[in-house]
């Protein structure tokens, strides 16, 4: 028997369902009544574990990557708190947020912002950049899909969530047949591999689209974006001059060229605009970044940058999945050319165009 998702409904004995938050091309989410009438998130995980073929691989996929984040524990990370599978649903009880950082950004824009204003941003990315690290460098993992979306908030603190893309680094592969957000994915995703850096070079773009309302890369397809990942330099004019190189250097091709830890490239950040104490502060707080800041000058303006207002129309593009009106995005990867960061360097296609992605609800994204 098929689990009843609709209002009223216990798929999960003693959780009783309120309302419909979100769904996305993994799933839907509901805010839900736990017992002793606390209030809970629930992910749908679209899918039948028992049966085979895209319909259980995709569930299969959120399994593994509830096996690798399970046992991860921070402030900053959404709690998981239980998971069920009945009749082949997986069902995934967490954390209730309150919002996420889209929906504070379209705040912000409709009180005639360009977005949201750069002190609060850095505080969120400060919180966000640390719950990475810890990821990254206690448990070997990289999130893979972060995105405004993907990092939401409770009581004005962030909390990362939506972990069905997580990957741990041993080997270093990763498919990227479907399900990444290609705005904001690391080139190198798309070359088929994972780096323990992959992560930064999302939260770079994160903080440029939600400080200025416009994205480094400005493309308005799949081919585009992966083309423009793979080879243009980003265009990161609209920020403050003093933060053009630091996100340039965050948005490196290369992955060794990007800072040693997101907490790092954060912490220049703030330093650019911060008064003396609180620079001085941010350089007690941890390690001095290592590497020389070493990065290119900020690219030409993309024949079409997405401004704030279309951002705002149009949600970042998502790799179609279950329910899309293309059934996938083939990625063909073959070896050519010089190596980055001393792999191989691969050249990717993208075939088939996307559908318009859900925009998140206040829960967790799907």
């Known amino acids: 028997m098929a689990v009843r998702i609709e209002n009223l409904a216990e798929p999960i004995p003693g959780y009783r369902l309120i309302e419909r938050l979100g769904g996305g091309g993994f799933g839907e989410v509901w805010k839900a009544e736990a017992p002793g009438g606390l209030h809970k998130a629930i992910k749908f995980v679209f899918g039948d574990l028992r049966g085979a073929g895209d319909s259980g691989q995709r569930a299969e996929q959120e399994l593994k990557a509830l096996s690798r984040v399970k046992t ?21 009880v967490m954390e209730l947020a309150d919002r996420n950082l889209w929906d504070r950004f379209k705040e912000c824009r409709a009180q005639g912002l360009p977005g949201i204003p750069r002190e609060e941003l850095l505080g969120y990315m400060e919180e966000a950049a640390e719950g990475l690290d810890l990821m990254n460098q206690e448990h070997q993992l990289q999130h893979l899909d972060i995105k405004p979306q993907n990092i939401f908030l409770v009581h004005n603190h962030v909390k990362v969530a939506d972990f069905g893309l997580v990957k741990d680094l041993q080997g270093f592969q990763a498919s990227v047949t479907g399900g990444v957000t290609p705005v904001y994915a690391a080139p190198e995703t798309f070359d088929g591999w994972v780096s323990r850096f992959s992560d930064q070079y999302s939260l770079a773009i994160v903080y440029q689209e939600l400080l200025t309302g416009q994205r480094p890369f400005g493309g308005t397809n ?11 330099p980003p265009f990161v004019a609209p920020l403050p001059a003093a933060d053009q190189p630091v996100v340039a250097r965050a948005l490196s091709k290369n992955p060794d060229e990007r800072y040693p830890y997101c907490r790092d490239f954060v912490r220049l950040l703030r330093g650019n605009a911060a008064p003396p104490a609180a620079r001085a502060a941010a350089a007690a707080g941890g390690a001095a970044v290592t590497k020389p800041l070493d990065t290119p000058p900020p690219g030409p303006a993309p024949a079409s940058t997405p401004t704030a207002d279309a951002a705002d129309a149009e949600p ?51």
């Open 72 to 92: 991860v524990r921070h402030p900053y990370i959404l709690s998981l708190e239980r998971y069920d599978i009945i009749d082949g649903q997986l069902m995934i």
């Open 222 to 232: 799949v081919r585009q974006l992966i083309l423009q990942h793979l080879q243009n």
């Open 316 to 366: 970042p593009v998502v790799l179609p999945r279950r329910g899309d009106s293309n059934q996938g995005v083939t990625l063909c990867i073959r070896s050519v050319g010089p190596s980055i960061g001393g792999r191989r360097r691969r050249s990717s296609t993208a075939r088939a165009s996307c559908s318009p992605p859900w925009s998140s609800a206040s829960a967790s994204s799907a």
